[in-house]
Structure formats: structure tokens, C-alpha cells
């Protein structure tokens, strides 16, 4: 018996073959994401737009229009309703009302009542408010641990590689961030304070495919000081190749258990990461490699051959006449 | 690769097991962890309030309120203190937009005047409070500095944090969180508490007691339109009707020992019993003798609950309140009452509710989810990398039990997305043992043999092994620093995991397979 190999030995796949193609298609996804957000928006949860939600778990399933015509009905403002996890379970959004706590306040203690009364057996599962200030408060400070954590990193990489790789790791690392919001502006799911969390972490974990690559990039600019950019990436992706697929399918079977069994209160939490490492995966190959070809990655951008690594000594010996 | 050191082999072992007892107590069922004797150290992983179920609410101070406050305290304070000997005359008081000012009739006195109110002008610091200014010679202008405003805001949410800490603790709910956050908020979590509304009620209140005469002087007409004698001011009564009362209080909440909810002897109504301190009790006594056959008003954050009349000398201390109470909101008022005044108001900015139900229902999907991804994630690595799958399968558990323990170790705070964390955490902790193993498959391939081959591998992944988890920490911490309650927790699990997950995935597997590596073994099917 061989243990299972799922990228055979000695694979050789040209991927950069394509790389204007995928460039460019990368390029339109961003785009395209960034214009859904701005035309379609986002499904701002409470904590971003301010008000009170409801989470419902009715008795029996009821149709969520006889929900909404209902609290509607009330003449409590626009409601958004929508279903997580099974039939039975609904989530309430109400604009925050004039008038300040105590409306708000009176606005809960009276979709509450009414709750329980129409539809009896019904639990109240949790209730948030949060006030338009905070909400704001919370949206700038998401939006600004966004954009902090994608410079950090690509500081670090620039730091720890070059230039140029920190370049490749911002830009990718926006393509998987913009994306990402694209889904949301088109899923129109719930766009809360969990979300950006799941963003960071994608930030994170997404860039873990991109350094190990990297990583042999620079150990091969080292040991082939002659070979061509666009081999050597090649060959770089492909020596990494494996790890990749098995790393990102140990994490995509870990996220698809947590969508499929986990709570459902952070089903929007759990797609965000998964679609994060299926993105972020696809980026480190097809998005971070090509720019390093068009910032001119090169074997003179790691001069001193003593930092290399053991194979290092080897190759330039032999280059010596 | 073979020498480990027994040092290194022995500080690997503590450093588990230490960390695994430490899972214990917060795997074990309630029970059967108070059944452990009391001797034996508990640390446990707290839950957060979306899985424990309870309230959460965001307070702010109202700091707009407190400065308007500020301004009518320095006005009542300049009035007396240029009434006093001698006497300074000045026109009126106004204190429109942010600031005290008033004439000095006679010019050449506003230097007596300076001399007067300066010391009044600093706090107990001896920081300058208010900033004093002449206009057109005869013209005081006192503005309120921005340091003053900053640290009176500050010592006052300092104690109302006291104050809030002392109310929630007599609604007698377990383990309550109160933290300051920043200079005006407070953050209150209890767990348990399924509806707020009391808790909101009591917080809101500012339980300023005051007692006050009746000006029974005052004329029913300039009454009603709100004009009142000097030295007297309007109030209204609960049921909205105005009355005049005098301006300085004979009695206020600080000079207060005691209050509790009892009921009134005749009619069995619920009531507030008050009991005053010696000063109290010493003025109570002599204004009601002077003052006997006059009624007073018992004033609550400036409404008047009942206005008695003085019967007789009240010369024991003892003083009741009674005024429609019922059970619950006397026993709140003299909640209120005993824990103090809040030196400034609080609003509810954000709050939120979850039932203990809810909480129970994510902690079983998110234990289901947790254990299913390791079964799988165990699974996959046995069928791909064979011996070298068991020592990550090994180091899988550890790591988790590691994380549990030292979650417990810090007293951590378990919440709904460090759940998340927590299964994110089960994909990711198998990199370091892919990127290694992978590796070694490289070197064999490449011809060297297994012990050159593991060694090779151990020694090349690491940089990128290192590398990826530092930008793993740099996004965490971002999420520590900007994020508050769940999110924060989703990071510090983010982080313990990252940290264990490196030392279990790089050293621990290491030295299963040095030991392994001793029996020089011929073949490595990887």
C-alpha cells in the first residue's frame, strides 16, 4: 500500500502559462467586486448600521412572509427578516427609532411581546441594539484593522523578502479582501463585526500559501542564479504544489464541518473563511507569482549568495570558472 | 536531527503535560469538577456571554450633561461666595455657551473678585479647572478648561463605575464583568440575566436624594408659570404638578446609612426606609423642630416623590419615603439609594441579550463541528503521509488539549467565534507537519536517505513554517487591538492555537521521530 499522493511525483504544470488570461480575470473580478459593493452595498448587520435584532426560534416553521406582512403590521419601521439555520429559526432587524433609548427600548419590549403572543412556543433567542454612534465607531475601526492588517503583513514580507514580494503579497492579499466583499454584495448576507474578523484571518491564513511559495522562490533564485523568471516560478509552484493541495484541503475540510454542522449564528462567519482559503489558494498561485515577473524578480535581488541556504555554495561554485 | 537533548526531551514533556492537566478541569462535566478536592487548582475556560447566555450593555457617560452640570455648580458657587463678607455686588449670573459670566457692578472690585473665586478655580490637584477672564473691564468670564473637564470626567466615571459595580452586585447575579473602556464608557456583562430591563432601569438612574423645605410663600400664579422666590426653585411632582421648594437642601443621599424597601405600618404600603449618618441625623433634627407643622419635599433626581408634612421633631435618624411604590420600585429606589449617587449620567449605548438556550445550542454544533473536523483532518493526514500522519494525528490532539489547558491557565474567555477559531485552527495546526513531511518526500526523492532525508526536511520548512505563522500573529493581534469582546476572543484563541499548534507540529513531532529515527530504520513509505 502507497500512501495517497494527490499531486503525482514530478508534476509539471505550466501555470504561468495563462497568466495574462488569469491577470486579467482577476483584474475584472476586482473590479466587478468593488462595483457590486458599490451599487448593490452590503447587508450591514446591526452593528454596522445601528438598530436592534431579533433572533427568533418559532415553534413550528412558519412562512417568513406571514412573519413579515406581521411585524410589519406593527408599524415599527422597515423590517428585514430573514431565516438561519433551519425553518423555525428567523432573525428580526428593525431600524433604531427616533427618539432615542427609551423608543428603542419601548420598540424591543413591544416586538417582543408580540412575538410571543402570535406565535406561541416561540423563543426569543438573542436581542442586540446598538446605537448609531457605536456603529459607526465600529465601522471605522473594522475598516481601519483592515487596512492596517494588509500593510503590516506586506511590511513583514518586505522586510523578511523583498521588495517586490511585498508588492505581490499586497496585491494578492486585496484581490482575496475584495473578493471576499464581492460575495457579501452579492450573497447579500450579513455583513456584521464577525465578518471583518473572518477578513483578518483570511488575511492571514490566505498569505500562508503565498510565503511557503515565496519562500521556495527565493531558495531558487538562489540555487538556479541562471534560469529564467518564469521557470523558475513555475518550477516553484510546482515543487510546492502538494503541500498546497493538502494544506488547503485540511483547512477546507475543517471550515466545510463548521459550515455544514456548526451554529448557525456564525454560518456567514464560517462561508466568509472558507471561501477566503479557497481564494487565497487560487491567488497565491495565479495573482502573487505574475507580479513578481512584472516587478522584475530576478537573481540579483538576493545578492549576497552567503545568506543562501545549503545548496547555495554548490551552484555558485560551479558557476565559477 | 537524533541528538535532542534530554534537557529539550524533558522541558517538551512538562510543558505538555503540565498543559494538558490544565484541560482537565474544563473538559470535566460541573460535577464531577466540584467533586475534585478543594486543593486541586481548577483553571477553566470561561464562557462568553453568546455562549453562557446573558446580557451585555455598552454605558456611556453623558458628558454634555456633566459640563451643563459643571456650569450650574460654579454659578450656585460664585452666588454665595461673593454674597459673603463683604459683599460684592454683581448682576446676573448667566451661563450660555459653556461658560460662567456675570457683571461686577463696581468696576474697580474685579480684582477682589479674582481674589476671591481663584481658589475655587483648581481641583484638589491643584490643577487649574477653570480659566477666569475680564471683558470690557467689568465682565467675568469663566471658562471651563479642557484638562478640568478631562479629569472631573474621568474621576467621575472612575466612580460610577464603583457606583454601577455596587447596583448590580446587590441585584445579587453572579459574576458580573465591569469594565471601564476608554474615558467614558462602561462596559457590564452578566451572565444569566435574560431580560436587562431591571438592570437598564436601575443604571439610568442618577439616585440624587434630596430633602428639601417646602416655600410655602411662593404665589400660585408666578408658580404655575415656573418663576419661583428667590433662593426657592420649581419642581414638579411625579403626577406633573409644580412645586417650590428652597434651594438648599437640609438633607442629601450622602449623608444616607441605610435604605431599604419595608411597608408602612397603617396602610401596608411598600415604602423606603432611610436611616442618616450623625450629621444627618443632627440637622434632620434640628430643622424639623424649627420647621415643625411645615411640609418638605423628598426629592429624587430632581422630582419630588411626596412632600410630608414635619408632624413632630424627627430627632432618631430615621426617615421614610412613601409615594405609590410598589414592592419592586421601592426596592429598587433604596437599591439605588444605598449604593450612591452617580456623579454622572449614564446612557445605554449598545446592548445585547442572549438566552441561555441559544448559548447551549451553539456550544453542542460548535463541540459537534470541533470534533468531526478532527476526525477528518485526523483521517486524511494517516491516509497521506502514513507513520508520519500518526505523529501529526499525535500532535493534533495534544496541540488541542494544549490550547484548552492554557485557555484555562489565562482564564480565557471561550466566545461563538473562538469557536471558530478554535475548528479553523484543527485545518490549520497540520501545516507545519505537511510542509515538513512534503519536504522529506522531496529529499527522498532526490535521492538522500531517510535520516538525511528527515533532517533536510525538518531543517528547510521551518523558515517558511516561521515566516507563515508570524503573519498569522500580525493579523491577530490587529484583531485583539481593534476588536472588542467576541472578536477578541476569536483572536486570543487564534493566537494560543497558532503558538501551540508550531511547538507541537515542530518540536513534538521532532521528537517522536528522533526516537523513532534510533531504531535506524531502513525504509521511510512516506
Given at each position: 500500500?502507497?500512501?495517497?499522493?494527490?499531486?503525482?511525483?514530478?508534476?509539471?504544470?505550466d501555470?504561468?502559462?495563462?497568466?495574462?488570461?488569469?491577470?486579467?480575470?482577476?483584474?475584472?473580478?476586482?473590479?466587478a467586486?468593488?462595483?457590486?459593493?458599490?451599487?448593490?452595498?452590503?447587508?450591514?448587520?446591526?452593528?454596522f448600521?445601528?438598530?436592534?435584532?431579533?433572533?427568533?426560534?418559532?415553534?413550528?416553521?412558519?412562512?417568513?412572509?406571514?412573519?413579515?406582512?406581521?411585524?410589519?403590521?406593527?408599524?415599527?419601521?422597515?423590517?428585514?427578516?430573514?431565516?438561519?439555520?433551519?425553518?423555525?429559526?428567523v432573525?428580526?432587524?428593525?431600524?433604531?427609532?427616533e427618539?432615542?433609548?427609551?423608543?428603542?427600548?419601548?420598540?424591543?419590549?413591544?416586538?417582543?411581546?408580540f412575538?410571543?403572543?402570535?406565535?406561541?412556543?416561540?423563543?426569543?433567542?438573542?436581542?442586540?441594539?446598538?446605537?448609531?454612534?457605536?456603529?459607526?465607531?465600529?465601522?471605522?475601526?473594522?475598516?481601519?484593522?483592515?487596512?492596517?492588517?494588509?500593510?503590516?503583513?506586506?511590511?513583514?514580507?518586505?522586510?523578511r523578502?523583498?521588495?517586490?514580494?511585498g508588492?505581490?503579497?499586497?496585491?494578492?492579499?486585496?484581490?482575496?479582501?475584495?473578493?471576499?466583499?464581492?460575495f457579501?454584495?452579492?450573497?447579500?448576507?450579513?455583513?456584521?463585526?464577525?465578518?471583518?474578523?473572518?477578513?483578518?484571518?483570511?488575511?492571514?491564513?490566505?498569505?500562508?500559501?503565498?510565503?511557503?511559495?515565496?519562500?521556495?522562490?527565493?531558495?531558487?533564485?538562489?540555487?538556479?542564479?541562471?534560469?529564467?523568471?518564469?521557470?523558475?516560478?513555475?518550477?516553484?509552484?510546482?515543487?510546492?504544489l502538494?503541500?498546497?493541495?493538502?494544506?488547503?484541503?485540511?483547512?477546507?475540510?475543517?471550515?466545510?464541518?463548521?459550515?455544514?454542522?456548526?451554529?448557525?449564528?456564525?454560518?456567514?462567519?464560517?462561508?466568509?473563511?472558507?471561501?477566503?482559503?479557497?481564494?487565497?489558494?487560487?491567488?497565491?498561485i495565479?495573482?502573487?507569482?505574475?507580479?513578481?515577473?512584472?516587478?522584475?524578480?530576478?537573481?540579483?535581488?538576493f545578492?549576497?549568495?552567503?545568506?543562501?541556504?545549503?545548496?547555495?555554495?554548490?551552484?555558485?561554485?560551479?558557476?565559477?570558472? | 536531527?537524533?541528538?535532542?537533548?534530554?534537557?529539550?526531551?524533558?522541558?517538551?514533556?512538562?510543558?505538555?503535560?503540565?498543559?494538558?492537566?490544565?484541560?482537565?478541569p474544563?473538559?470535566?462535566?460541573?460535577?464531577?469538577?466540584?467533586?475534585?478536592?478543594?486543593?486541586?487548582?481548577?483553571?477553566?475556560?470561561?464562557?462568553?456571554?453568546?455562549?453562557?447566555g446573558?446580557?451585555?450593555?455598552?454605558?456611556?457617560?453623558?458628558?454634555?450633561?456633566?459640563?451643563?452640570?459643571r456650569?450650574?455648580?460654579?454659578?450656585?458657587?460664585?452666588?454665595?461666595?461673593?454674597?459673603?463678607?463683604?459683599?460684592?455686588?454683581?448682576?446676573?449670573i448667566?451661563?450660555?455657551?459653556?461658560?460662567?459670566?456675570?457683571?461686577?457692578?463696581?468696576?474697580?472690585?474685579?480684582?477682589?473678585?479674582?481674589?476671591?473665586?481663584?481658589?475655587?478655580?483648581?481641583?484638589?490637584?491643584?490643577?487649574?479647572?477653570?480659566?477666569?477672564?475680564?471683558?470690557?473691564?467689568?465682565?467675568?468670564?469663566?471658562?471651563?478648561?479642557?484638562?478640568?473637564?478631562?479629569?472631573?470626567?474621568?474621576?467621575?466615571?472612575?466612580?460610577?463605575?464603583?457606583?454601577?459595580?455596587?447596583?448590580?452586585?446587590?441585584?445579587?447575579?453572579?459574576?458580573?464583568?465591569?469594565?471601564?473602556?476608554?474615558?467614558?464608557?462602561?462596559?457590564?456583562q452578566?451572565?444569566?440575566?435574560?431580560?436587562?430591563?431591571?438592570?437598564?432601569?436601575?443604571?439610568?438612574?442618577?439616585?440624587?436624594?434630596?430633602?428639601?423645605?417646602?416655600?410655602?410663600?411662593?404665589?400660585?400664579?408666578?408658580?404655575?408659570?415656573?418663576?419661583?422666590?428667590?433662593?426657592?426653585?420649581?419642581?414638579?411632582?411625579?403626577?406633573?404638578?409644580?412645586?417650590?421648594?428652597?434651594?438648599?437642601?437640609?438633607?442629601?443621599?450622602?449623608?444616607?446609612?441605610?435604605?431599604?424597601?419595608?411597608?408602612?405600618?397603617?396602610?401596608?404600603?411598600?415604602?423606603?426606609?432611610?436611616?442618616?449618618?450623625?450629621?444627618?441625623?443632627?440637622?434632620?433634627?434640628?430643622?424639623t423642630?424649627?420647621?415643625?407643622?411645615?411640609?418638605?419635599?423628598?426629592?429624587?433626581?430632581?422630582?419630588?416623590?411626596?412632600?410630608?408634612?414635619?408632624?413632630?421633631?424627627i430627632?432618631?435618624?430615621?426617615a421614610?419615603?412613601?409615594?405609590?411604590?410598589?414592592?419592586?420600585?421601592?426596592?429598587?429606589?433604596?437599591?439605588?439609594?444605598?449604593?450612591?449617587?452617580?456623579?454622572?449620567?449614564?446612557?445605554?449605548?449598545?446592548?445585547?441579550?442572549?438566552?441561555?438556550?441559544?448559548?447551549?445550542?451553539?456550544?453542542?454544533?460548535?463541540?459537534?463541528?470541533?470534533?468531526?473536523?478532527?476526525?477528518?483532518?485526523?483521517?486524511?493526514?494517516?491516509?497521506?503521509?502514513?507513520?508520519?500522519?500518526?505523529?501529526?494525528?499525535v500532535?493534533?490532539?495534544?496541540?488541542?488539549?494544549?490550547?484548552?489547558?492554557?485557555?484555562g491557565?489565562?482564564?480565557?474567555?471561550?466566545?461563538?467565534?473562538?469557536?471558530?477559531?478554535?475548528?479553523?485552527?484543527?485545518?490549520?495546526?497540520?501545516?507545519?507537519?505537511?510542509?515538513?513531511?512534503?519536504?522529506?518526500?522531496?529529499?527522498?526523492?532526490?535521492?538522500?536517505?531517510?535520516?538525511?532525508?528527515?533532517?533536510?526536511?525538518?531543517?528547510?520548512?521551518?523558515?517558511?513554517?516561521?515566516?507563515?505563522?508570524?503573519?498569522?500573529?500580525?493579523?491577530?493581534?490587529?484583531?485583539?487591538?481593534?476588536?472588542?469582546?467576541?472578536?477578541?476572543?476569536?483572536?486570543?484563541?487564534?493566537?494560543?492555537?497558532?503558538?501551540?499548534?508550531?511547538?507541537?507540529?515542530?518540536?513534538?513531532?521532532?521528537?517522536?521521530?528522533?526516537?523513532?529515527?534510533?531504531?535506524?530504520?531502513?525504509?521511510?513509505?512516506?
Open positions: 500500500m502507497r500512501p495517497l499522493k494527490l499531486v503525482p511525483e514530478n508534476t509539471n504544470i501555470f504561468l502559462r495563462l497568466r495574462t488570461v488569469f491577470m486579467a480575470v482577476s483584474i475584472l473580478l476586482i473590479v467586486s468593488i462595483a457590486l459593493v458599490a451599487i448593490r452595498g452590503l447587508n450591514f448587520g446591526v452593528d448600521a445601528g438598530g436592534q435584532m431579533v433572533r427568533v426560534t418559532f415553534a413550528q416553521p412558519v412562512p417568513i412572509n406571514q412573519v413579515r406582512e406581521r411585524i410589519d403590521g406593527l408599524g415599527l419601521g422597515e423590517s428585514a427578516i430573514q431565516q438561519f439555520g433551519d425553518a423555525r429559526d432573525a428580526i432587524r428593525m431600524p433604531l427609532p427618539g432615542g433609548a427609551e423608543a428603542t427600548d419601548e420598540q424591543g419590549d413591544q416586538l417582543r411581546a412575538i410571543t403572543t402570535t406565535w406561541p412556543g416561540a423563543t426569543i433567542g438573542s436581542v442586540d441594539t446598538v446605537s448609531g454612534k457605536v456603529s459607526e465607531e465600529l465601522f471605522q475601526k473594522g475598516a481601519l484593522a483592515l487596512a492596517l492588517a494588509m500593510l503590516a503583513i506586506a511590511v513583514y514580507i518586505w522586510i523578502f523583498e521588495w517586490q514580494f508588492i505581490g503579497a499586497l496585491f494578492s492579499l486585496g484581490h482575496d479582501v475584495a473578493l471576499t466583499f464581492g457579501f454584495a452579492i450573497t447579500q448576507l450579513e455583513f456584521n463585526l464577525n465578518i471583518v474578523a473572518a477578513i483578518l484571518t483570511i488575511i492571514g491564513y490566505s498569505l500562508n500559501d503565498t510565503i511557503v511559495v515565496y519562500d521556495r522562490v527565493r531558495e531558487n533564485l538562489r540555487k538556479y542564479r541562471k534560469m529564467e523568471i518564469v521557470p523558475l516560478l513555475n518550477l516553484s509552484t510546482n515543487e510546492t502538494a503541500r498546497t493541495i493538502v494544506t488547503s484541503l485540511t483547512l477546507i475540510i475543517a471550515l466545510a464541518t463548521l459550515v455544514l454542522v456548526g451554529p448557525e449564528v456564525i454560518f456567514g462567519f464560517s462561508v466568509a473563511m472558507l471561501l477566503g482559503i479557497v481564494i487565497g489558494t487560487y491567488s497565491s495565479y495573482i502573487a507569482n505574475p507580479i513578481l515577473i512584472y516587478a522584475k524578480v530576478g537573481p540579483h535581488s545578492v549576497p549568495p552567503e545568506a543562501g541556504p545549503a545548496g547555495a555554495e554548490r551552484v555558485k561554485a560551479k558557476e565559477l570558472p | 536531527m537524533l541528538d535532542f537533548p534530554r534537557w529539550k526531551v524533558w522541558l517538551t514533556w512538562v510543558a505538555i503535560v503540565v498543559c494538558v492537566l490544565m484541560a482537565v474544563s473538559l470535566l462535566p460541573g460535577t464531577a469538577r466540584n467533586a475534585l478536592p478543594g486543593w486541586v487548582p481548577k483553571p477553566t475556560v470561561n464562557l462568553g456571554l453568546d455562549l453562557a446573558g446580557s451585555y450593555l455598552l454605558l456611556e457617560g453623558d458628558v454634555a450633561q456633566f459640563r451643563a452640570d456650569l450650574d455648580t460654579m454659578r450656585e458657587t460664585v452666588r454665595q461666595e461673593l454674597r459673603g463678607d463683604p459683599r460684592i455686588e454683581i448682576g446676573d448667566s451661563i450660555r455657551d459653556g461658560n460662567v459670566s456675570f457683571m461686577v457692578r463696581d468696576a474697580s472690585r474685579v480684582d477682589a473678585v479674582r481674589e476671591r473665586l481663584l481658589p475655587l478655580l483648581s481641583n484638589d490637584n491643584g490643577q487649574r479647572d477653570w480659566d477666569f477672564d475680564v471683558v470690557d473691564t467689568s465682565r467675568v468670564v469663566l471658562t471651563q478648561t479642557d484638562s478640568g473637564i478631562a479629569s472631573a470626567v474621568d474621576q467621575a466615571m472612575g466612580d460610577a463605575t464603583e457606583v454601577v459595580r455596587r447596583r448590580i452586585d446587590e441585584l445579587g447575579t453572579r459574576e458580573p464583568t465591569i469594565i471601564r473602556q476608554g474615558s467614558e464608557r462602561i462596559v457590564v452578566v451572565p444569566g440575566l435574560g431580560d436587562p430591563t431591571e438592570l437598564k432601569d436601575l443604571l439610568g438612574r442618577t439616585a440624587l436624594l434630596e430633602f428639601k423645605l417646602v416655600d410655602t410663600t411662593a404665589d400660585v400664579a408666578q408658580t404655575m408659570q415656573g418663576i419661583a422666590p428667590v433662593g426657592s426653585e420649581v419642581l414638579e411632582m411625579e403626577d406633573g404638578t409644580p412645586i417650590v421648594v428652597k434651594r438648599n437642601a437640609m438633607i442629601t443621599g450622602d449623608m444616607l446609612t441605610k435604605a431599604s424597601q419595608g411597608y408602612d405600618q397603617q396602610t401596608g404600603a411598600p415604602v423606603v426606609q432611610l436611616t442618616l449618618n450623625g450629621a444627618g441625623t443632627r440637622r434632620f433634627a434640628r430643622v423642630t424649627e420647621h415643625t407643622g411645615e411640609p418638605f419635599a423628598i426629592i429624587v433626581d430632581d422630582v419630588v416623590i411626596s412632600a410630608p408634612r414635619i408632624d413632630e421633631p430627632i432618631g435618624g430615621q421614610r419615603i412613601s409615594g405609590g411604590f410598589t414592592v419592586e420600585s421601592a426596592n429598587q429606589l433604596a437599591i439605588a439609594l444605598r449604593s450612591g449617587k452617580l456623579p454622572i449620567r449614564l446612557k445605554v449605548m449598545d446592548q445585547s441579550t442572549v438566552s441561555p438556550e441559544l448559548g447551549q445550542d451553539s456550544i453542542n454544533k460548535g463541540a459537534l463541528a470541533s470534533v468531526l473536523a478532527t476526525v477528518l483532518v485526523m483521517a486524511f493526514m494517516l491516509i497521506t503521509y502514513f507513520r508520519f500522519g500518526v505523529y501529526s494525528t500532535a493534533l490532539i495534544v496541540n488541542i488539549l494544549m490550547i484548552i489547558g492554557i485557555m491557565l489565562f482564564n480565557a474567555t471561550l466566545t461563538l467565534p473562538g469557536i471558530a477559531g478554535f475548528v479553523l485552527t484543527i485545518g490549520a495546526a497540520v501545516d507545519a507537519n505537511v510542509l515538513i513531511n512534503e519536504r522529506i518526500r522531496e529529499e527522498q526523492r532526490r535521492g538522500r536517505g531517510v535520516l538525511q532525508s528527515v533532517e533536510f526536511g525538518y531543517k528547510e520548512a521551518t523558515r517558511a513554517i516561521f515566516d507563515a505563522n508570524i503573519t498569522n500573529v500580525i493579523a491577530a493581534a490587529i484583531m485583539f487591538i481593534f476588536g472588542s469582546g467576541p472578536i477578541r476572543g476569536f483572536a486570543v484563541v487564534l493566537t494560543i492555537g497558532i503558538v501551540t499548534s508550531v511547538f507541537t507540529a515542530v518540536t513534538f513531532t521532532r521528537l517522536m521521530v528522533s526516537n523513532w529515527l534510533k531504531k535506524r530504520p531502513k525504509e521511510l513509505v512516506l
